[in-house]
């Protein structure tokens, strides 16, 4: 039987990982943006004191809560995506793939959530726990 | 008349030491080094250098050698810590008066320079470096403009010595990832107008163990002796990929 007939392996098919390419990528690119938009406004936009009441006001700025989200959002997606393109550099199988991306999604939601927990909670008008 | 009578004179010549990696499943199952002085010429090439280990020192030491014009990509070797064919590289241009020969790194070896290149030719025929065509053949032969025939020029000069496929960290690590070599030939056919078969092609490489685990280390182009850019083919061939997923050729 020459190569030509033997078919591609069970592998070669199916989904590949075409859109976390492109979305490691523009997620990358977004970030670079929000993370200098975040500097700039931590260090030039209205009262830079570290203290709990400056801190409230900020967290009461939908401009600051917006970059925020999307820090926190595209900085999880885009660290655990590398996470997962570290892990699977080393031969897992097709089945152990799927496992570790479902459970990297759900860690990266669970922990989104969390984190805009404490963002939202001055929007609110709550304390950060509720207080 | 033992290989030894015939061993030129050493007085008054250049000489380097010259050490090389041995070993022989079939005695030992060490490797070790063997070393060796011996008198070089302007012109002397590595193959030149282990020709004369052969036929006047050791006539057990394994190589592999055919066209010796950096054509047939049968001595890729790793010289002093770089990737090199033995046939091209003058021993003047190494500019070291000692010269470590060691056989294409992360292969098998199965004795003392010749490394087990089943798995890089494995990879190649998976990726049909061949043609497909759709449409009836042509009565004489396949046109093509010079101007898509030049998309080409880089991949075609790939002599498939595994220089690349050896440095790849990624091959290292998984055994099922196509590797440079064969992701450039993927390209070469992709970038054919002639050739009709993009869409299994593309399932071929946009896959966990195919294009998405390079990550664009460049080991491969700096391990190619003939200076192709693996990388810019692999990231061709990414872009390729993202482009179907939104309806693109």
Redesign the interface.
């Known amino acids: 039987m020459s190569?030509?007939d033997q078919g591609?392996?069970a592998?070669?098919?199916?989904?590949?990982?075409?859109?976390?390419?492109?979305l490691q990528r523009l997620s990358g690119f977004i970030l670079i943006i929000l993370l200098a938009t975040h500097l700039l406004l931590l260090h030039y936009g209205g009262d830079q004191q570290l203290v709990f009441a400056s801190v409230t006001i900020r967290l009461k700025t939908l401009l600051f809560i917006i970059i925020d989200t999307g820090l926190l959002a595209l900085g999880l997606y885009h660290g655990l995506n590398g996470l997962r393109?570290v892990v699977?550099?080393?031969?897992l199988s097709r089945r152990a793939?799927s496992v570790l991306t479902t459970v990297l999604w759900i860690v990266g939601i669970f922990m989104t959530i969390y984190g805009a927990t404490a963002l939202y909670s001055f929007w609110a008008g709550r304390g950060v726990f509720g207080g | 008349m033992s290989i030894t009578d015939t061993k030129p004179q050493l007085k008054g010549q250049n000489v380097a030491t010259v050490n090389i990696f041995r070993y022989d499943p079939s005695t030992t199952d060490e490797a070790h080094y063997d070393s060796w002085q011996v008198p070089i010429t302007g012109s002397m090439t590595v193959l030149d250098l282990l020709f004369y280990i052969l036929e006047h020192e050791d006539g057990s030491l394994a190589f592999r050698y055919a066209c010796r014009e950096a054509i047939c990509g049968s001595c890729a070797l790793y010289v002093n810590g770089t990737y090199r064919l033995a046939c091209k590289t003058q021993l003047k241009d190494l500019k070291a008066t000692e010269i470590n020969i060691s056989p294409l790194p992360h292969l098998k070896v199965i004795k003392d320079l010749v490394v087990d290149m089943d798995p890089f030719w494995e990879k190649y025929?998976?990726i049909?470096p061949y043609l497909i065509t759709r449409d009836d053949l042509p009565e004489k032969e396949f046109l093509q403009d010079p101007a898509d025939r030049l998309k080409m020029d880089d991949m075609v000069d790939c002599i498939l010595c595994g220089a690349c496929y050896s440095s790849c960290p990624?091959c290292w690590?998984?055994?099922?990832y196509l590797g440079p070599a064969a992701l450039v030939k993927m390209n070469r056919f992709t970038v054919d107008t002639r050739d009709q078969a993009n869409q299994e092609r593309t399932?071929?490489f946009?896959?966990?163990?195919?294009?998405?685990?390079c990550?664009t280390i460049f080991n491969c182009v700096e391990a190619c002796p003939k200076d192709i850019n693996q990388t810019y083919s692999i990231q061709h061939l990414?872009r390729r990929?993202?482009a179907?997923?939104f309806g693109g050729k």
């Not at chain 2, 690590?173 to 099922?176: A, N």
């Open positions: 190569v030509r591609q392996p592998w070669l098919v199916g989904p590949g990982g075409a859109m976390a390419w492109l393109n699977l550099d080393y031969d793939g | 025929e998976r049909r990624q690590t998984d055994p099922e399932k071929i946009d896959n966990e163990h195919g294009v998405w685990r990550h990414k990929a993202v179907r997923r």
